[in-house]
């Protein structure tokens, strides 16, 4: 999963990128409005955290033109606001959620985690199709009952395919929601994660769509 984190004080946003990256998410950092906001509607991302008080361009003009640009990106507002209108203001405005500083690091996780579930359309934490099934919660990957053993990276490939069950994802679009921006890219080592998470389940969970990608069909 990727996840843009805007926030202008930058200690506090490397803190939650951190954050974030422990729990085996691709994060990235953005500390303007108009770099967020081109960066937001420019690339893909899973998910975005977002301040309100930024230079340049302030967060609810960030999130009225992602909004505007027909994008649907769950939205987390992170802000010192807290006042009743402010948040009203704030979810009326397009975002999915709202929390305020100060937070406890747990806590925006779990949200980020229910956003990311609603929009793929899933309810429970634990996102099953046949035999497979994945727990958001603690990273577990179970298999006919057995725990599977799978690197960070491998994770997160069948994490995005489980999250997107039923879709074509293409070996680009994994690149780069397993990867950050300015991580040394090879297409080819999808290739190899794809087969590496085959011998550990069943090889016909993962299907192959010829020059298109992989997707794995929920049952």
């Given at each position: 999963m990727k996840i843009l984190v805007v926030e202008d004080e930058v200690v506090l946003g490397e803190q939650i990128v951190l954050g974030?990256?422990?729990?085996?998410?691709?994060a990235e950092l953005s500390t303007d409005g108009v770099d967020a906001l081109y960066r937001?509607?420019?690339?893909?991302?899973?998910?975005?955290?977002?301040?309100l008080g930024l230079p340049k361009l302030d967060g609810l003009s960030v999130l009225k033109g992602i909004r505007d640009d027909n994008i649907n990106t769950p939205v987390i507002i992170l802000s010192a606001r807290n006042e009743l209108t402010q948040r009203v203001e704030g979810l009326n405005a397009g975002a999915d959620d709202y929390l305020t500083k100060p937070f406890q690091m747990m806590e925006l996780v779990a949200r980020?985690?229910?956003?990311?579930?609603?929009?793929?359309?899933?309810?429970?934490?634990?996102?099953?199709?046949?035999?497979?099934?994945?727990?958001?919660?603690?990273?577990?990957?179970?298999?006919?009952?057995?725990?599977?053993?799978?690197?960070?990276?491998?994770?997160?490939?069948?994490?995005?395919?489980?999250h997107n069950m039923d879709k074509v994802i293409s070996r680009t679009e994994l690149i780069e929601h397993i990867y950050k921006q300015d991580f040394d890219r090879d297409s080819n080592t999808i290739e190899v994660f794809i087969g590496r998470?085959?011998?550990?389940?069943?090889?016909?969970?993962?299907k192959t769509v010829r020059g298109l990608g992989y997707r794995i069909h929920a049952q």
């Open positions: 974030l990256e422990q729990n085996d998410w691709v937001a509607t420019s690339e893909s991302w899973d998910a975005i955290v977002l301040d980020i985690r229910a956003q990311l579930r609603r929009s793929s359309g899933q309810a429970s934490p634990v996102i099953q199709t046949g035999d497979l099934s994945l727990d958001t919660r603690t990273s577990k990957v179970m298999w006919k009952d057995s725990m599977v053993e799978l690197t960070a990276l491998e994770f997160k490939v069948l994490s995005y395919l489980m998470i085959r011998r550990k389940i069943d090889s016909d969970v993962i």
